[in-house]
């Protein structure tokens, strides 16, 4: 695993129980020093969360590969070691623990550095952040996932693939969302060595996978579309990587013909070629209606037409939550509204309008672009959407889709802030 830059880390950040009792919180912290040392040259850390919290150094307790000290231990402790890679947990006793929602976080950490002369020491390195406690609220009806996509811009530079799933796991969320080519090692064709791996992932951090990302490069060969059969083969190909890979959903994106989204005409043959196939694997085909197509569009019709005509349980529709987007996003470097593309101002569906067709939804993507320190979206308009969800009769994944600002390590905190703010809103409702 990898390892945040900041000092105090995101993942990890919870209430702790004892005997069913909140008996406080606890959060991880990087190794200020270029190496690691010997755990009983700490000289304890204080914390301080807000106006809440303000505990001196030798009040937390330490836990390292799994055994828990308090300060003392540690110093009459050989052999336990903080070492550079590994963050250590730290505990705060706080009855009650926290309340949701982002806190200020801060630490003094005392380390006794042999090699500094006495009258310098101890070494002290402060860190304040504001980061999002691990939410305990349940969030029923609906089930809760993260795509990886999420991650992007982190993910093969700061994050890999498990620093990715405990982040996902660290959010109590069940369900992990990929793109086919890019998560899968050696993609289409990994290898058994990174399938064991991926399963061995999944269990270690309690994970379901839930939707498979494929593409159907309509434009693959210059000068020519592909044929219908084409298309169907590599969907085909596609359907059966996601069953290998335990994926009940395969999201197909479909090569355009218009600004509106509007699929190539080779679509239909390709999906109705490949329903046998999506029958005898149990995997359900659902593209997905994404900004700038709204809900009442043709596009969604034909979707319909498809399902009714065929009778087929294995094609449904997933929902983008960027449908619903009401407020524009922030201009980037040298952008302006009339450079870029209007619908990134939003195009502002109704979310009524998911009652029209709710029996078809089968999964919904949460995308969102920014979400501030007070838990306020700010594009997405969740109150109303979840609402209309929950009434519709939704009761399956909401899976978070970040596709904000790519600063590194940004998305671990947003996504922790979605899933606050998701189940709140949902409990409150």
Same mark, same amino acid.
């Given at each position: ?98 309340? +949701? @929602? ?6 003094? *950490? =005392? $380390? ?9 020491? &101890? ?106 059969? +084409? @298309? ?6 596609? *359907? =059966? $990587? ?9 999201? &197909? ?177």
């Amino acid at each position: 695993m990898l390892l945040e830059k900041d000092l105090i880390q995101a993942t990890g950040f919870r209430n702790v129980r004892t005997g069913g009792e909140v008996t406080g919180f606890q959060l991880r912290v990087r190794m200020p020093s270029y190496r690691g040392m010997a755990a009983s040259l700490i000289d304890g850390i204080a914390v301080r969360v807000g106006t809440l919290v303000d505990v001196p150094a030798e009040v937390p307790l330490w836990t390292f590969n799994g055994t828990t000290y308090t300060l003392q231990q540690l110093w009459a402790s050989d052999g336990v070691r903080w070492q550079l890679e590994d963050a250590a947990v730290v505990t705060v006793p706080f009855p009650g623990g926290l309340p +949701e @929602g982002v806190h200020e976080v801060s630490i003094e *950490l =005392r $380390l006794r550095m042999s090699y500094i002369p006495i009258e310098h020491q &101890p070494t002290i390195a402060r860190s304040t952040r504001h980061i999002t406690l691990s939410s305990d609220t349940d969030g029923g009806p609906f089930q809760y996932g993260v795509s990886l996509y999420s991650f992007m811009g982190d993910y093969g530079t700061v994050l890999d693939l498990e620093t990715s799933l405990a982040a996902v796991a660290d959010v109590n969320a069940t369900g992990i969302e990929i793109l086919g080519e890019g998560h899968v090692a050696n993609y289409p064709n990994p290898s058994t060595a990174w399938i064991d791996e991926w399963f061995r992932l999944l269990e270690k951090y309690s994970l379901t996978p839930t939707n498979y990302g494929s593409w159907i490069d309509t434009r693959l060969h210059p000068g020519r579309g592909l044929t219908a059969a +084409e @298309g169907a083969d590599i969907l085909q190909r596609d *359907l =059966r $990587l996601a069953k290998q890979l335990g994926f009940s959903f395969v999201r &197909p994106k479909i090569g355009v013909v218009s600004s509106d989204l509007v699929p190539d005409p080779i679509w239909g043959e390709a999906v109705e070629r490949s329903l046998d196939l999506a029958h005898e694997l149990d995997v359900i085909i659902c593209p997905e209606i994404h900004s700038p197509t709204p809900i009442k569009h043709p596009v969604v019709d034909d979707y319909i037409e498809l399902i009714e005509r065929t009778g087929t349980k294995h094609f449904g529709l997933l929902l983008d939550t960027g449908i619903f987007q009401d407020r524009p996003i922030p201009l980037a470097p040298g952008q302006t509204r009339e450079t870029r593309p209007a619908f990134m101002d939003g195009i502002g569906v109704d979310p009524a309008d998911i009652a029209d067709i709710a029996k078809y939804v089968v999964f919904i993507q949460a995308k969102f672009h920014d979400i501030d320190e007070n838990l306020e979206d700010q594009q997405i308009p969740w109150v109303p959407v979840l609402r209309a969800l929950r009434d519709s009769g939704y009761t399956g994944y909401l899976s978070s889709e970040y596709e904000g600002d790519r600063i590194p390590w940004r998305s671990i905190e947003q996504i922790r802030r979605q899933h606050s703010l998701l189940r709140t809103t949902v409990a409150e409702l």
